[in-house]
């Protein structure tokens, strides 16, 4: 498993197996964010046995799956909803964590963030987000 820190909310990973939740809630994280559409790839884990082992450690889990139609407004504000409801650290994850950190820096822009502070906390974390920059700029002015 591969945790990448975005910042103290929320780190971003790769695709997740249920046994990995009882690490993940040993890091401190509080809830997890499952960006992944079930059947995307053979062998990949179903995203109901993922939801059953963090809700039996008792860790939230969401599921918002970004398929290959891309990012959405409810999916944003699902993400919004998550980051603001979490009380503490978030972990989301898809099959690289480029759409986990994709999403999560479309809801902080809609939340208010700067865009150019959501790019760099992205490269910290080793993902290029300046690919989307005038849709963070759009959504950061709607906040």
Known sequence: MELRRVDDSISVSPQIQPEDI???KAAGFVAVVNNRPDDEQDGQP????????????????????IGQAGFSHPQVAAMIDVLESAGGPVLAFCRSGTRSCNLWALARARMGDHPAVLIEKGAGAGYDLSGLRPLLDQLAAQA
Do not use: F, K, Q, W
């Open 22 to 24: 009882a690490a993940i």
């Open 46 to 65: 179903a995203g109901d046995s993922i939801r059953t082992a963090a809700e039996s450690a008792g860790l939230a889990y969401t599921a918002i799956p």
